[in-house]
């Protein structure tokens, strides 16, 4: 191996994050010695930095790139020394590439990562009109992906009403936001739903919705990824309808973010693989 890659992930709570063997597992392959970092903000040596301190370290001490997560992804940005087109339109970055020279570039590759696992996981699935219940990071990730998917009507509901209308607002046409009073009739009517909430986490159990609500002509998709058979997709899938797991977007945003800091393009097949060797 004649090339090595330093990199890591800035964010609170990450011990268990499965994103650096995806990117070490993948650089191997590739004969790229990839070393991947957890920079935890939570963990003892680290109990005092700032953000902006934690990437100034990074960028000094010859890290190539970063993946942000939360509750870092809107605040990095005005830390950056530049940040792509469609990440400054959605306000959040989760991938961070530094040059040579210092120089830091802002993307967003949850966005593109949901997008391409949605098309695959979901082949063919029926948009015409999609309801989202969560408008928080994931959320706002998810609406900008399914909004570049052609969504005919997308429907955001967070017990947030604020941050329901800001995300509608946010993206425009073609996306409005709703109560969570009125979700009962706006799932009815619905091709697909798609959950951004944590509702399905271990510290967060129970469904986003009655699934009750559902029939087998929609499809579900949950961007909860621990547990990844969430109990909305198994009541999804028990009343027959198509379902989609979170791990799409996590593996996807991986394969993407590992290009920009590689310029090699990652197999999605094997960072799954390696995704999953951490059980479900
Ligand atoms: P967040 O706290 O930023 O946002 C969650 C949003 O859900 C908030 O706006 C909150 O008001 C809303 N909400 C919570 N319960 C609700 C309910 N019952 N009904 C309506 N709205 C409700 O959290 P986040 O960072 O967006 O994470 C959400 C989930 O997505 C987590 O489980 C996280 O692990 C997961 N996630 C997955 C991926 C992936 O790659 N698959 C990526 C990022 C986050």
Not at 43 to 62: D, F, H, I, K
Not at 164 to 180: F, K, N, P, Q, Y
Request: aromatic share 6%; glycine share 12%; hydrophobic share 45%.
């Amino acid at each position: 191996m004649d090339r090595t890659v330093l990199l890591g992930l800035i964010g609170e709570g990450i011990a268990a994050s499965r994103t650096p063997r995806m990117h070490e597992t993948e650089g191997d392959v590739h004969g790229i010695r990839t070393l991947y970092r957890t920079l935890d903000v939570t963990a003892p040596r680290r109990r005092e930095a700032s953000l902006a301190e934690l990437l100034t370290a990074a960028r000094l001490t010859g890290f190539d790139g970063l993946n942000i997560t939360h509750p870092f992804k809107q605040q990095v940005l005005e830390l950056l020394d530049e940040v792509d087109p469609g990440a400054a339109t959605i306000g959040s970055v989760n991938t961070v590439v530094i040059a040579e020279d210092g120089t830091t570039t802002g993307h967003n590759t949850d966005v593109t990562g949901f997008a391409r696992g949605f098309a695959e996981g979901l082949e063919n699935a029926r948009t015409e009109r999609v309801v989202q219940i969560g408008a928080g990071g994931a959320g706002r990730a998810v609406a900008f992906a399914l909004s570049s998917l052609g969504v005919g009507e997308l429907v955001i509901a967070d017990t947030s009403a604020e941050r329901a209308e800001a995300l509608a607002a946010d993206i425009g046409s073609g996306v409005r936001a709703i109560s969570t009073d009125v979700l009962g009739p706006a799932i009815v009517s619905a091709d697909g739903i798609v959950n951004a909430t944590p509702v399905g986490m271990a510290a967060f159990p129970g469904t986003p919705f009655d699934t009750d609500l559902l029939e087998a002509d929609k499809w579900v998709a949950d961007v909860v990824y621990f547990p990844l058979e969430t109990q909305l997709l198994k009541e999804a899938r028990a009343k027959g309808c198509r379902t989609l797991d979170g791990s799409g977007m996590a593996v996807n945003q991986a394969v993407d973010a590992f290009e920009l800091f590689t310029g090699v393009r990652a197999s999605a097949t094997r960072m799954r693989a390696t995704f999953l060797s951490f059980g479900a």
